[in-house]
């Protein structure tokens, strides 16, 4: 008799938790579409449920965040799990991260007392290389 299945279940989903984790690292920000096409170079047969159910089950946890949505309006994730704020491009939907409401929050509060600000903005506008490719 031997019981060293016990963990199976677990080591199931794991080297695709962890590799999400690294892809997003290495991106910032991905929707579901992008990781499973970047997991299939290692996995191929990796399938969009289980990429799906993975991001979830990340999110959940809070090993990962969420990311404004791109122009396309699909749901992305984010590296960064603490609220941060965002800069996108209107064209590439090119995420930057950055940290606005720090900076308002001490503005509000030399002008407004007794008032916490607890939301999350995205800031748009055209990025560095779209702005590049629009002058060529
Ligand atoms: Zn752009
Ligand atoms: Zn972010």
């Not at 579409?33 to 997991?39: Q, V």
């Not at 606005?100 to 995205?122: F, H, M, N, P, Q």
Request: hydrophobic share 35%; net charge positive.
């Amino acid at each position: 008799m031997s019981y060293a299945s016990t963990n199976t279940l677990q080591s199931r989903q794991t080297p695709y938790c962890s590799a999400i984790i690294e892809l997003l690292r290495q991106h910032g920000h991905a929707t579901n579409a992008d990781l499973l096409r970047w997991l299939r170079k290692t996995y191929p047969l990796v399938s969009a449920t289980t990429v799906h159910r993975a991001t979830t089950r990340l999110a959940k946890r809070g090993e990962i965040g969420h990311a404004p949505a791109n122009n396309q309006g699909a749901m992305r994730y984010d590296s960064l799990a603490t609220p941060h704020d965002h800069f996108m491009c209107q064209r590439c939907s090119m995420l930057h991260d950055v940290d606005v409401i720090s900076e308002v929050r001490s503005l509000l509060a030399a002008k407004i007392t007794d008032c916490a600000v607890s939301g999350r903005v995205v800031i748009t506008g055209v990025c560095k290389h779209c702005k590049t490719e629009t002058s060529l």
